[in-house]
Nanobody, 124 residues
Framework: QLQLVESGGGLVQPGESLRLSCAASGVTLDYYAIGWFRQAPGKEREGVSCISRSGGSTNYADSVKGRFSISRDNAKDTVYLQMNSLKPEDTAIYYC?????????????????WGQGTQVTVSS
C-alpha cells in the first residue's frame, strides 16, 4: 500500500526559500501523478501544484506561479516542491497526494492517497 511522507517544512522569513519533499514507500511512485496542496487555518484545502506521472507536465496555482517549482525523482520515489520568494500568505500545512493516473490534477477529489502534511510558516 502506498504511503506518503512530507518533510522540509519550517519557519522562514518572507523572501526566503524552502524545499518540501514527498517520499513514497510501499509502492513505487512510477504509477502515480502527484499533487501538492495546502490548507491554511480556517480555509479550504487548495491545490498548489501537480506533476504528471512521467514528469513531463506540470501545473501551478496562479498564486505560486514563478515562485514554486515541482519536480520528481522516480528513482528515489520522491517528489519535490521548491518554494522561493515565500510570502506570509504561503503559511499553511502542505500535503502531497497521489493519484493512479498519468495526468495530474489540482482538485483534491481526484486523489485518494494523502500524506500527513508538513507545516510551513512564513513570518518576520
Amino acid at each position: 500500500q502506498l504511503q506518503l511522507v512530507e518533510s522540509g517544512g519550517g519557519l522562514v522569513q518572507p523572501g526566503e526559500s524552502l524545499r518540501l519533499s514527498c517520499a513514497a514507500s510501499g509502492v513505487t511512485l512510477d504509477y502515480y501523478a502527484i499533487g501538492w496542496f495546502r490548507q491554511a487555518p480556517g480555509k479550504e484545502r487548495e491545490g498548489v501544484s501537480c506533476i504528471s506521472r512521467s514528469g513531463g507536465s506540470t501545473n501551478y496555482a496562479d498564486s505560486v506561479k514563478g515562485r514554486f517549482s515541482i519536480s520528481r525523482d522516480n528513482a528515489k520515489d520522491t517528489v519535490y516542491l521548491q518554494m522561493n520568494s515565500l510570502k506570509p500568505e504561503d503559511t499553511a500545512i502542505y500535503y502531497c497526494a497521489a493519484r493512479s493516473a498519468p495526468s495530474c490534477s489540482v482538485y483534491t477529489s481526484h486523489y485518494n492517497n494523502w500524506g500527513q502534511g508538513t507545516q510551513v510558516t512564513v513570518s518576520s
